[in-house]
């Protein structure tokens, strides 16, 4: 039988430590990370416990309007599921799950799976029991993604980039001046999508100081000027761009072109994934075909993330 709990704040060391022994838990799951921002979002992350009360499952999640999502601050966040369970055990996590739900008075389930390639071992179980109860796929996006083996070549408009960069003298460094990089970022989204990034600077800072060996930040010079940067969040098996950014010189010298090939090349040739991230609006039925074919011309391709809809 399997019990549902809704997290308390004295959970937090069991949480934190069943998380990285999980097949498909990150960091971004732990909860120093989840509560960065947890006077935006109301937390009813779930634990799930067997017969002898071992933790097995975890379900970062906020409530809001009646309906239970997992989690609207995290990029991903579906059930992280303990290296013992199987997917009968899975099957029982939801049914009390939708038995809780009913409980509580909470009539949808909004659900992000975690895309595959974060998980240590296979554990889409849960995509089995989103099936078996009904529930309804309602956006997919695409994560453009450059695998460690059977690379395929950069295309013919990157290798050309890279070569005009080098020529520009434009050099990559890891760097720890975040305010230099928002800048940067925040003129450009404001300029071309009238939007500020999801992180602010102050977020972005904490959560670097949290978790210095997992958020780094690289940047491009030219003439000893920062013209362009990109924070990746790196994971067990994936390095992933959470933010990407050049401004008009780092454009003109294609700094991204020289920035990318560096990472892919030097940093993290070892890593199974290098996650360039999506290209999708609006809710995932729109692809913003320059963005997805400049992440391709790295080698990138198509792994789907997909989010559900169940009504209890």
Not at 92 to 120: E, Q, V
């Amino acid at each position: 039988m399997i019990v549902v709990e809704r997290y308390r704040p004295d959970m937090t060391a069991c949480w934190n430590l069943f998380v990285p022994e999980s097949r498909n838990g990150t960091f971004l799951l732990d909860r120093r990370y989840m509560e960065y921002h947890q006077d935006r979002f109301t937390d009813h992350s779930l634990v799930f416990r067997d017969a002898d009360g071992s933790t097995v499952g975890l379900l970062p999640a906020n409530e809001c309007s009646g309906a239970l999502h997992s989690h609207q601050g995290l990029t991903y966040g579906g059930l992280v599921i303990g290296p013992t369970s199987g997917s009968v055990a899975v099957l029982d996590m939801f049914t009390a799950l939708c038995n809780y739900m009913r409980m509580h008075g909470l009539s949808t389930l909004h659900y992000k799976t975690i895309p595959w390639i974060y998980h240590r071992l296979p554990a889409e179980e849960d995509r089995y029991a989103l099936f078996r109860t009904g529930a309804r796929l309602v956006r997919r996006d695409v994560l453009s993604v450059v695998p460690r083996f059977e690379r395929l070549p950069y295309q013919g408009r990157r290798l050309r980039g890279v070569k005009s960069a080098q020529k520009a003298g434009v050099e990559v460094l890891e760097s720890s001046d975040y305010a230099g990089f928002w800048m940067i970022l925040e003129d450009n989204m404001r300029m071309r999508h009238g939007v500020s990034p999801v992180h602010t600077l102050a977020d972005m800072d904490l959560l670097h100081g949290r978790f210095p060996e997992s958020i780094r930040l690289f940047v491009a010079r030219c003439d000893g000027e920062v013209v362009a940067g990109t924070v990746v969040y790196e994971s067990h098996r994936v390095a992933h761009v959470q933010y990407i950014s050049a401004n008009d010189a780092g454009r003109r010298h294609h700094a991204l072109d020289r920035l990318f090939d560096h990472l892919l090349v030097d940093v993290y040739p070892n890593k199974d994934y290098f996650d360039f991230g999506i290209s999708n609006e609006a809710q995932g039925r729109v692809l913003n075909a320059g963005l997805v074919e400049q992440k391709e011309g790295f080698g990138a391709r198509a792994v789907v993330h997909d989010h559900y809809e169940l009504v209890i």
